[in-house]
């Protein structure tokens, strides 16, 4: 069974512009999850989706968002880069939800530096 | 605010021995408790976790205890092997905020040969 898939890999930004980042899940997997990863920081919750729905949310800014398509692959974007957005993001699925109740699967991350 | 935390940035331990990584919370509203690992270039990996209602769970060389009246976390691994050397994160959740997972900033584990 093929893992969590992420892309792009690596992504350079320069502040003010856009990102999308996307996440395909585990095949079966209608629990998306996406998770900001700083140095020296855990990871802190950003959306959770369901069913093309967002179930959860973390205490990011407006300038995050996310979707999730109907073939439960999922999209986050950042608008309007500031250089604190420079992280790795994560995303993760399982087969039921909450996230964090059940097992996540994780994908390699995105690590996106803004300059 | 952080609701968890690993106090221990990096752990070093002989091979065979016993590791034992720890983790404390704030909130007593948590009543579901994860372990992950993750290798550098990586995403975490699913080690054990732990309800509430339990004080003990096993799973092979992984055992993770929990005191809540210390609001304490712990990670045993026995014996420790080579493949042991990684970031280690305690995450912990809630049914009051939607199991949203709340994460510590990890513990880094060397297991010296």
């Known amino acids: 069974k093929a893992g969590v898939t992420q892309t792009p890999r690596y992504l350079i930004k320069t502040r003010g512009q856009q990102v999308t980042l996307s996440c395909s899940p585990i095949s079966g997997h209608r629990s998306v999850s996406w998770y900001q990863q700083t140095p020296g920081q855990g990871l802190q919750f950003l959306f959770e989706?369901?069913?093309?729905?967002?179930?959860n949310k973390g205490n990011f800014p407006g300038r995050f968002s996310g979707r999730q398509f109907s073939n439960s692959r999922s999209e986050m974007n950042v608008s309007t880069l500031e250089l604190g957005d420079s992280a790795l993001y994560l995303c993760?699925?399982?087969?039921?939800?909450?996230?964090?109740?059940?097992?996540?699967?994780f994908g390699p991350g995105t690590r996106l530096t803004v300059l | 605010d952080q609701q968890v935390k690993q106090n221990s940035p990096s752990l070093s331990v002989q091979e065979g021995r016993i590791s034992i990584l720890n983790c404390d919370y704030t909130n007593s509203m948590f009543d579901y408790f994860l372990w992950y690992k993750k290798y550098p270039a990586e995403g975490p990996t699913f080690l054990i976790s732990?309800?509430?209602i339990k004080d003990k769970n096993e799973d092979g060389r992984f055992t993770v205890f929990l005191n809540k009246s210390a609001k304490h976390l712990s990670l045993h691994i026995v014996p420790s092997q080579p493949g042991d050397s990684a970031v280690y994160f305690c995450?912990?959740?809630?049914?009051?905020?939607?199991?949203?997972?709340?994460w510590g900033a990890g513990t880094k584990l060397i297991i010296k040969p």
């Open positions: 732990i309800s509430s």
């Open positions: 989706y369901f069913s093309e729905t967002q179930r």
């Open positions: 995450a912990a959740s809630a049914s009051d905020s939607n199991y949203q997972l709340i």
């Open positions: 993760a699925s399982s087969f039921r939800r909450p996230a964090g109740y059940n097992e996540q699967f």
